[in-house]
């Protein structure tokens, strides 16, 4: 088993070949339609993909939006990429331990679902040959690219999709392992440690769509398969894992039809006038539509079209689609949709089906017929070699077919866009601006204190500089790295308010089990229904407020609790102990256990336990010790 991994990041700043913003979801300002021309001059290599695609006839509709200009819509040339993005596609190479080219050279990759304006998406080379360690194993990293984003694809219509001009031309760095992965764990584990690598240059962008994946997978016996759109980590694994035993089951039916006598030469007939269909709405619904129902038999193909793992069947029933062709019958999952077990034989008859023929059904217009025909033949005729090299695209748990593999000759020279020469002294420069790897900086956290694990999390949402400050200023490594694993879990992480918190937090006004519940809602709710509020004052800074059972206001507006919470405790422990006065005197410090308990329930949540139990120790010490009535004045100075 070979599985390759083509991982894309979208570079922060500015589009890759114009000015504008690369942001997505920004405002639309009109539209305009076109359609795809797939024969002229250079684009004259008519692909399987492009043909297939061309067979559609469909049209595109795009939407313009604020971050898009002429280039976008394929009216200007496009410009030179900017100099930052360029620096980060170097940066990338070095991490990944490539040998950057002497000379970037956009080429164009032509497109055929109509996702650029231009026809065709323009990719450059930036790093080749390099080496990423994962673990024991080492993968070869094939190229490292710089290459613009597609339209984002805003809905489908049967002729028409409609695409927002808004992410085409974002820059998009393309990663293309080696086949070098043996199973679908790896190939997630090496995402994920490539992933965290590349994030170090802090110049991906952080949205939560801005990273794709792309799988390459072959088994033995098959045939190349790209996988298309894995959104996360662990859809990598999930779907291929499916995909493997798809390609296993075709590998396996091949073997089946080796020893069958399959043709492709099906005998078709008419079905429309029939009586097999009464009951199936299925077919009665095509039939009210004006369409004819066609049998035909299926030579050789009986249990494995829908048996168990096979499902080839299925396989048909995709390809079909694609065209706009629905509604394949076939007899493997017969009785069903209103077919019951008499009308199956019947029609098998009919057709004169021997042992092992397969049937087929369909209900279309009688002059798309040849082309149903067409397709199910170069299927079936693909299924004795086994698996198909195909584009596919990923759902959440497995895959469809998307359209054949394309051929690689599909690159052009991209001729408005200059030549860009990197010298060696350019790289140089660029070379110190490599940021540690991430082992470096792990052990940099862990020797602040900070857990292991934490300091990855924080590797991966990139707050790991937030955090390092955080610990010089407040100290507590693991009360900031627990924090700021919550704050940074929220959509938009406020940093100066968990700021505003750890310096209360490290003045020990705040509980650390309501830093988090604080920062959350906004609103701590303390036993006893007094609320702990956190309120933005006139001058937008963060304040807190001590609110009472009754709503008002206790202590506010800037929780100025330094000095009047540990009055506030004192208080409360004096009384403890005034009610328990004989017991304080016969027991002392023996009596501690029984009154913390009793504090606890007066204040449970509101002040740390261990600042209760080390002020209640030294006050019932005093108490015991002491004449108790004037000692409780200097208790509480700390
Ligand atoms: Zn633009």
Redesign the pocket.
């Known amino acids: 088993m070979k599985i390759g991994l083509e991982i894309h990041f979208q570079v922060s700043g500015r589009?890759l070949f114009?000015?504008?913003k690369g942001e997505e979801g920004t405002k639309e300002l009109g539209s305009f339609t076109r359609k795809l021309a797939v024969v002229s001059g250079e684009r004259s290599e008519k692909d399987a993909a492009a043909l297939q695609e061309s067979m559609k006839g469909r049209e595109f509709e795009y939407r313009k939006t604020e971050?898009?200009?002429?280039?976008?819509m394929d009216e200007e040339p496009p410009h030179y990429p900017g100099k930052d993005t360029l620096e980060t596609a170097i940066i990338v190479s070095l991490i990944l331990g490539c040998k950057v080219v002497d000379n970037v050279h956009f080429m164009r990759k032509i497109v055929i679902d109509g996702s650029n304006t231009s026809g065709f998406q323009r990719t450059g080379i930036v790093g080749l040959h390099g080496v990423f360690k994962k673990g024991t194993s080492n993968i070869g990293i094939t190229s490292v690219t710089l290459e613009e984003e597609a339209c984002r694809k805003i809905k489908e219509e049967e002729n028409k999709v409609v695409y927002s001009l808004d992410r085409l031309?974002i820059p998009l760095i393309e990663i293309s392992t080696d086949p070098d992965i043996r199973s679908p764990k790896e190939a997630r584990d090496v995402a994920e440690s490539i992933g965290l690598a590349v994030k170090q240059s802090r110049m991906i962008r952080r949205e939560t769509s801005s990273i794709r994946q792309d799988l390459n997978i072959s088994i033995r016996g098959g045939n190349r398969v790209e996988i298309k759109g894995v959104q996360s980590l662990s859809q990598i694994e999930k779907v291929l894992s499916k995909e493997i035993e798809r390609q296993q089951s075709l590998v396996e039916i091949a073997g089946i039809l080796r020893n069958r006598d399959v043709s492709t030469d099906f005998h078709i007939e008419d079905l429309t006038n029939s009586s097999f269909f009464k009951s199936s709405d299925v077919f009665t619904k095509g039939l009210k539509a004006g369409k004819k129902i066609f049998g035909f038999t299926l030579p050789g193909l009986s249990g494995v079209l829908n048996n168990g793992k096979y499902r080839l069947g299925r396989e048909i029933a995709e390809r079909l689609r694609t065209v706009g062709i629905g509604g394949f019958i076939h007899s493997d999952e017969l009785p069903n949709y209103g077919i019951g077990e008499a009308e199956k034989k019947e029609i098998s008859k009919r057709l004169g089906a021997k042992n092992e023929d397969a049937f087929g059904l369909v209900s279309l217009e009688s002059n798309r017929l040849s082309q149903c025909i067409e397709i199910i033949q170069s299927r079936i005729a693909e299924a004795k070699k086994g698996v198909p090299a195909e584009t596919r695209g990923a759902n959440e748990n497995d895959t469809r077919f998307l359209r054949p593999l394309p051929g690689s000759s599909r690159m052009y020279p991209e001729t408005d866009i200059q030549l860009i020469p990197l010298d060696s002294e350019y790289i140089k420069d660029v070379q110190r601006k490599v940021p540690p790897t991430v082992e470096q900086r792990v052990s940099h956290l862990e020797s602040l204190g900070i857990p292991r694990q934490e300091a990855f999390v924080s590797l991966w949402k990139e707050y790991d500089d937030v955090l390092e400050s955080f610990v010089n200023d407040f100290g507590s490594p693991k009360v900031c790295a627990r924090f700021l694993a919550v704050v940074f879990a929220s959509e938009r992480p406020d940093v100066v308010k968990a700021s505003t918190l750890l310096e209360r937090f490290s003045r020990g006004n705040i509980p650390s089990e309501s830093l988090e519940a604080l920062y959350r809602e906004g609103v701590f709710i303390m036993p006893g229904g007094r609320k702990i509020v956190l309120k933005k004052n006139d001058s937008s800074n963060y304040v807190l407020e001590l609110h009472g059972k009754d709503g008002n206001k206790e202590i506010g507006p800037d929780f100025k609790f330094k000095g009047q919470s540990d009055e506030r405790l004192q208080k409360i422990i004096k009384s403890v102990i005034m009610k328990n006065e004989n017991l304080v005197r016969e027991r002392g410090d023996g009596s501690f256990k029984l009154l913390m308990g009793e504090v606890m329930k007066q204040v449970r949540g509101e002040f740390e336990g261990k600042d209760i139990s080390d002020l209640l120790k030294k006050m019932i010490s005093e108490a015991s010790h002491k004449d108790g009535k004037t000692e409780f004045q200097d208790a509480g100075k700390r």
């Open positions: 589009k114009c000015e504008c971050n898009s200009c002429l280039v976008e031309g």
